[in-house]
């Protein structure tokens, strides 16, 4: 099992019923594919957390890449897991401030130059400082 986490910007804002329908999407089809994790937007970016069976995951990941709603689609992190984080959660959903995912994204790109090692459940580790910095 892995975890993979990216970021991508959205080529456009993303109004609400756009979201529902990505999630409502998401949810069915990752509950199909015994896929989990956690999904942020902050009206131009994505950062998404998913978990499971490294083919489902890559197979997702490469549908996603070429999904015309992201670009600049970026691999921040991908390792070997034997627990997932997210369990039940074919699709967690935040909406967040950009500064709050900014702010995350430095302290992700700190800890993950200043670590050598593997981080086993890296992704539950960054739901926790994005959960700890809108708190």
């Known amino acids: 099992m892995i975890e993979l986490i990216y970021i991508s910007d959205t080529p456009n804002t ?38 499971g069976e490294e083919n489902a995951v890559r197979s997702l990941y490469e549908k996603i890449k070429i999904d015309p709603r992201h670009t600049n689609v970026e691999t921040l992190y991908e390792n070997e897991i034997n627990e997932r984080a997210f369990e039940g959660w074919e699709m967690a959903f935040k909406e967040l401030e950009r500064s709050t995912v900014q702010n995350s994204m430095v302290m992700f790109n700190k800890l993950k130059q200043n670590s050598k090692r593997h981080i086993p459940n890296f992704g539950a580790g960054l739901f926790g400082l994005l959960k700890d910095s809108i708190s």
């Open 14 to 51: 993303l109004d609400q019923s756009t979201i529902f329908e990505i999630l409502n999407s998401s949810h069915a089809k990752n509950k199909l594919n015994d896929l989990t994790g956690h999904l942020y937007y902050d009206g131009n970016s994505f950062l998404q957390i998913i978990e």
